[in-house]
C-alpha cells in the first residue's frame, strides 16, 4: 500500500502546473478577448480577472506542485530557495503547453466575435492573446517594453518572496493566492501600460503560439514590424531572479527563525504539520 504521506512524482507536479495555468490563461485571456471582441467590460475588469486567475490556478496547484504557474517563478525559486534545478525545463515546458491549451480553447469560443471585430485577424485583435508594447497603440518602444517587463515581474517576484517567507509575515487561513492574486491586481493596474503586463513568459508565449497557429501571422513581431516575442520572455526571466535578489537582500537576510520580534510586530505563524505554502 502506498504511502499517504510520500510526496508527489514529478508527473503529478507538471500536471498540476499545466492545470494551473491553463486555469490562470482560461480566465485573462478570455476577459480580453470580451473586452476586446465584444466590447464588454475595461482595464479593471481585465486585472481583476487576471488576478483572480492567479488565484484560483494556484488552488488548483498550490499542493501538488507549488503552482508557480510562470517560467520567472520557478527559476527564481530554484535560484533562491532551493527549488530543483532539474526540474525548472520541465516545469517551463508544463506551464507553457498549459497556456497554449488554454489559449486554443479561448481562441476556438471566441471565434465569431474575433472575426466580426476583425476579419482580417490583424494586430487589432491580437492583443486578446499576446502582449505588445504600449498595447498597440501607445508611443512606447521595444526596449520601452523589455525595461517594463524586467521591472513589472521584479516586483511581482518581491513580493511574492516577501509572502511566502515563512519567517515574516505569511497569509494565514491559506490566504495566500488571493494575496498574490491581488498582487497581479496591483501590477495590472500600476505597470499595464507600457507592456500589457505580460510578466510571465508562459502566459505569452503559449497563447502567442495558439494564436498564430490559429491564422494571426503577425503573432511574432510588434506594430512596428520588429521581433518582439522574446521580450516577454527574456524580460521576466531577469526581472524575477533581480525581485528575488532584492528581496533577499534588503529583507530576507535579516529574518532569523526563532528571534521574538520587537513589541507591534507580527510573530511569524508557522506552518500546519506536513502543510507547506504555495508559491505561484
Keep these: 500500500m502506498a504511502d499517504p504521506r510520500r510526496l508527489p512524482g514529478l508527473t503529478a507536479e507538471l500536471a498540476a502546473e499545466f492545470a494551473g495555468t491553463a486555469i490562470l490563461i482560461?480566465?485573462?485571456?478570455?476577459?480580453?478577448?470580451q473586452v476586446v471582441a465584444a466590447d464588454i467590460g475595461n482595464h479593471d475588469s481585465i486585472s481583476w480577472a487576471w488576478g483572480l486567475g492567479v488565484t484560483f490556478g494556484v488552488?488548483?496547484?498550490?499542493?501538488?506542485?507549488?503552482?508557480?504557474?510562470?517560467?520567472a517563478v520557478t527559476v527564481a525559486l530554484a535560484a533562491f530557495k532551493g527549488f530543483s534545478w532539474r526540474k525548472v525545463l520541465p516545469y517551463c515546458v508544463a506551464q507553457i503547453a498549459g497556456a497554449f491549451v488554454a489559449a486554443l480553447l479561448v481562441r476556438w469560443n471566441y471565434t465569431e466575435l474575433l472575426h466580426a471585430a476583425d476579419?482580417?485577424?490583424?494586430?487589432?485583435?491580437?492583443?486578446?492573446?499576446?502582449?505588445?508594447?504600449?498595447?498597440?497603440?501607445?508611443?512606447?518602444?521595444?526596449?520601452?517594453?523589455?525595461?517594463?517587463?524586467?521591472?513589472?515581474?521584479?516586483?511581482?517576484?518581491?513580493?511574492?518572496?516577501?509572502v511566502i517567507d515563512e519567517l515574516n509575515t505569511p497569509p494565514g487561513a491559506n490566504l495566500?493566492?488571493?494575496?498574490?492574486?491581488?498582487?497581479?491586481?496591483?501590477i495590472g493596474m500600476a505597470w499595464g501600460a507600457d507592456a500589457g503586463y505580460a510578466i510571465n513568459p508562459a502566459r505569452d508565449?503559449?497563447?502567442?503560439?495558439?494564436?498564430?497557429?490559429?491564422?494571426?501571422?503577425?503573432?511574432?513581431?510588434?506594430?512596428?514590424?520588429?521581433l518582439y516575442f522574446w521580450v516577454p520572455i527574456v524580460g521576466p526571466l531577469i526581472g524575477g531572479v533581480l525581485g528575488g535578489a532584492l528581496y533577499e537582500v534588503l529583507v530576507?537576510?535579516?529574518?532569523?527563525?526563532?528571534?521574538?520580534?520587537?513589541?507591534?510586530?507580527?510573530?511569524?505563524?508557522?506552518?500546519?504539520?506536513?502543510?507547506?505554502?504555495?508559491?505561484?
Excluded at 482560461?26 to 478577448?33: N, P, R, T, Y
Excluded at 508611443?139 to 513580493?159: E, K, M, N, S, Y
Excluded at 508565449?205 to 520588429?226: E, I, K, N
Design 26 to 33: 482560461l480566465f485573462g485571456v478570455g476577459v480580453v478577448a
Design 59 to 71: 488552488y488548483t496547484a498550490g499542493r501538488i506542485s507549488g503552482a508557480h504557474l510562470n517560467p
Design 119 to 162: 476579419p482580417g485577424l490583424t494586430l487589432k485583435t491580437q492583443g486578446v492573446f499576446s502582449t505588445l508594447p504600449g498595447n498597440g497603440s501607445l508611443p512606447v518602444g521595444l526596449w520601452g517594453a523589455f525595461r517594463d517587463q524586467v521591472i513589472g515581474t521584479a516586483i511581482l517576484l518581491f513580493l511574492i518572496f516577501a
Design 176 to 186: 495566500a493566492p488571493l494575496v498574490i492574486g491581488l498582487i497581479v491586481v496591483a
Design 205 to 226: 508565449f503559449g497563447p502567442r503560439l495558439a494564436s498564430f497557429l490559429t491564422g494571426y501571422g503577425t503573432a511574432w513581431r510588434d506594430q512596428y514590424g520588429q
Design 252 to 280: 530576507g537576510r535579516f529574518l532569523r527563525a526563532g528571534e521574538k520580534p520587537e513589541p507591534g510586530r507580527l510573530p511569524p505563524e508557522p506552518p500546519s504539520p506536513g502543510e507547506t505554502s504555495p508559491a505561484p
